[in-house]
């Protein structure tokens, strides 16, 4: 728990909470480290069927701690060892979704496979404000998913989208009552548990394909991600983001 990710198991259902609601649940390198454990664990035990993913308070999570991100090298490492750890995952995943879920809160949602959303949801991927580039092979899953036209919109406009249109475009699986929303994940991932397992698995895996596309997708989104974080663009995005100003890009 001193991480900001607490650990809850109930009858084969491994819950990762994410709790720093005081910031929105932004991620720090410690908070992908314990994640990275957590479906590490899950993955080896035969008796765990399933993980559910929530974010603690009012928003689900609100993407790199952008302080502790820059601080040095161990943040980018973490984050990217853990989208390698969701996307390879081999259990169902389901989420519950409130408030804010911001740059990997959404981009990890492609990699799970029962996402539910409060109406107060909101998913953005803003990398490119920021002079970087989508990762967790969202840059694949975005366009697949949403249709290009909308992926667009995301990842180009960085534009948000709300609850509704995220349940019509696919990003989600249903919309749930903010109070409900954890009790009826749990219910659905106690479904899943209750299904064949070796029937599961396989259908899960021939509905997810062969990973190798996806995967290479996010090693070349990771390569072209650290590059950009040295560019002069990313420089000037973050201090204008921690100075509170917009950002002035130059086209030279």
């Known amino acids: 728990m001193s991480t900001g990710i607490e650990i809850v198991e109930n009858e084969g259902i491994l819950e990762i909470h994410i709790d720093r609601a005081e910031k929105k649940n932004a991620l720090t390198a410690a908070m992908y480290g314990a994640m990275i454990a957590a479906l590490e664990g899950a993955s080896a035990r035969g008796e765990i069927g399933a993980v559910l993913i929530a974010g603690k308070g009012d928003a689900f999570c609100a993407g790199n701690d952008l302080a502790d991100f820059i601080s040095g090298p161990e943040g ?26 911001v740059g990997v809160g959404t981009t990890m949602l492609f990699h799970c496979d029962l996402v539910y959303a409060a109406p107060d949801a909101r998913f953005v ?8 580039v989508p990762e967790a092979g969202s840059s694949l899953l975005a366009p697949a998913t949403l249709g290009y036209a909308k ?5 180009l406009l960085g534009e948000p989208m709300g609850a509704e249109a995220a349940d019509a475009a696919g ?8 109070g409900e929303l954890l009790a009826h994940a749990r219910a659905k991932a106690g479904v899943l548990m209750a299904k064949p397992p070796q029937a599961l698995m396989a259908t899960r895996r021939l509905m997810k394909g062969d990973p190798a596309a996806v995967v290479a997708r996010i090693d070349d989104e990771a390569r072209v991600f650290r590059s950009a974080m040295q560019s002069a663009e990313a420089r000037e995005a973050f201090t204008a983001f921690f100075e509170k100003r917009p950002p002035v890009f130059h086209r030279d």
């Open 171 to 178: 990003l989600v699986t249903a919309l749930v009552p903010g």
């Open 151 to 155: 992926a667009a919109a995301m990842l």
């Open 76 to 101: 980018a490492a973490a984050a990217f060892a853990f989208i390698r750890a969701i996307a390879l995952f081999d259990k169902p995943i389901v989420a519950a979704v409130q408030g804010l879920a």
């Open 125 to 132: 991927m803003p990398f490119v404000n920021l002079g970087i």
